[in-house]
């Protein structure tokens, strides 16, 4: 116990651990290249702190809270998870796609543009509905694909 104390008290020292209203699993790790992407600790998951941006000038907070789009201004699902390299750089979203079955896929973000929807931070694909259906399902023991 004293040991967690003391392990607490540095990382707050360090600004690691602070109050987060997320859920700590939205953050995934590879930890290296073809190793399936796995739930982050609390530390690891903290240290990607809300207001942390991680791609397209957006922040950990409106990445997670963003809804997928297609060019015509479909909605075809929301963020669910975010899939980060062991150099905390985000490579794939967690979408949950729209439609029976709540199936969720890993997008590369290579695949994804930044939209301004009104209030909110949302994310765009040229992807088609089925396109994003034939992409890798989610899973903690399936790696994302390598980027080109």
Do not use: W
Not at 115 to 123: E, K, M, V
């Amino acid at each position: 116990m004293k040991r967690l104390t003391v392990l607490t008290i540095a990382l707050l020292g360090l600004g690691l651990v602070g109050c987060s209203n997320q859920n700590d699993d939205a953050v995934v790790e590879q930890s290296a290249p073809n190793a399936p992407p796995v739930p982050a600790t609390d530390a690891q998951s903290d240290a990607v702190g809300g207001d942390t941006v991680l791609a397209f000038n957006m922040t950990r907070d409106q990445l997670e809270g963003a809804n997928l789009l297609s060019r015509d201004n479909t909605d075809l699902g929301g963020v669910t998870k975010l899939v980060l390299d062991p150099q905390r750089r985000l490579t794939h979203v967690v979408v949950e796609l729209q439609g029976p079955g709540a199936v969720n896929v890993m997008v590369p973000i290579a695949d994804l543009a930044p939209i301004q929807n009104g209030a909110n931070n949302d994310l765009m694909t040229s992807l088609t509905a089925a396109q994003l259906q034939a992409l890798p399902a989610y899973s903690p023991d399936i790696a994302p694909p390598l980027p080109e």
